[in-house]
């Protein structure tokens, strides 16, 4: 499977949200050029750009860095988006591994996380092929993850370890001191995948109320 590079951009910068905050911005350089270079000299063979500015505008607001980029990429691709190279293939994903219900949508979720922590929207290729996804949050006590999908058919490959093992790093890189993630009753696969992975059954019982309906 292969983990694409994200690089975040606002105001023609490399940034960090924290918190998802469009407010509270760590700029990492202010030569995304240089940045993505690095990542291609690691070893990169693709690159998804994130205009934060554009998924909040909603139309595209860093151009001039993100052609830049492109240009400076060579014949290393790059992908361009609010955090998501394509959202019918997420949807469809996400629907093969029965994640999605009657009464949630799934495009709202992406629109939404777009606009809140989009550089934890993290998504998985193999081939070229959309085969994992996870979606991740931090809220300042503890971290979730939504949506971890691996396709059917690429399952037993270690690509769920690998998108989990990606989601830990920039909750760390982000001061999250702790992890939580919630696994429907009827799913033991699930539960033992992530007890294999070192997450335990809380003494807990999870309450949940919907605040904006998904008509």
């Given at each position: 499977?292969?983990?694409?590079?994200?690089?975040?951009?606002?105001?023609?910068?490399?940034?960090?949200?924290?918190?998802?905050?469009?407010?509270?911005?760590?700029?990492?350089?202010?030569?995304?050029?240089?940045?993505?270079?690095?990542?291609?000299?690691?070893?990169?063979?693709?690159?998804?750009?994130?205009?934060?500015?554009?998924?909040?505008?909603?139309?595209?607001?860093?151009?001039?860095?993100?052609?830049?980029?492109?240009?400076?990429?060579?014949?290393?691709?790059?992908?361009?988006?609010?955090?998501?190279?394509?959202?019918?293939?997420?949807?469809?994903?996400?629907?093969?591994?029965?994640?999605?219900?009657?009464?949630?949508?799934?495009r709202r979720?992406?629109?939404?996380?777009?606009?809140?922590?989009?550089?934890?929207?993290?998504?998985?290729?193999?081939?070229?092929?959309?085969?994992?996804?996870?979606?991740?949050?931090?809220?300042?006590?503890?971290?979730?993850?939504?949506?971890?999908?691996?396709?059917?058919?690429?399952?037993?490959?270690?690509?769920?370890?690998?998108?989990?093992?990606a989601v830990?790093?920039?909750?760390?890189?982000?001061?999250?001191?702790?992890?939580?993630?919630?696994?429907?009753?009827?799913?033991?696969?699930?539960?033992?995948?992530?007890?294999?992975?070192?997450?335990q059954v809380?003494?807990?019982?999870?309450?949940?109320?919907?605040?904006?309906?998904?008509?």
């Amino acid at each position: 499977m292969l983990l694409i590079p994200a690089i975040d951009l606002k105001d023609g910068q490399c940034v960090r949200l924290r918190q998802g905050r469009m407010d509270d911005v760590t700029v990492f350089s202010d030569d995304p050029v240089d940045v993505a270079k690095q990542w291609i000299k690691a070893g990169a063979r693709r690159l998804h750009l994130v205009d934060l500015d554009g998924a909040k505008a909603g139309e595209p607001r860093n151009l001039a860095a993100i052609q830049a980029i492109t240009e400076a990429a060579g014949d290393i691709p790059v992908q361009v988006g609010g955090g998501i190279r394509d959202e019918d293939a997420v949807v469809a994903l996400w629907a093969n591994c029965e994640l999605t219900r009657p009464w949630n949508d799934p495009r709202r979720d992406i629109q939404r996380k777009l606009t809140t922590q989009a550089e934890l929207f993290l998504v998985g290729e193999s081939g070229g092929v959309l085969v994992a996804s996870a979606m991740a949050g931090y809220d300042g006590h503890r971290g979730w993850v939504n949506y971890l999908a691996v396709a059917p058919a690429c399952r037993g490959q270690g690509y769920g370890r690998q998108m989990m093992r990606a989601v830990e790093q920039r909750l760390v890189e982000l001061g999250c001191p702790k992890l939580n993630l919630q696994v429907r009753a009827e799913n033991p696969a699930a539960l033992a995948f992530y007890q294999r992975l070192g997450y335990q059954v809380d003494a807990a019982v999870s309450l949940g109320k919907r605040l904006i309906a998904d008509d």
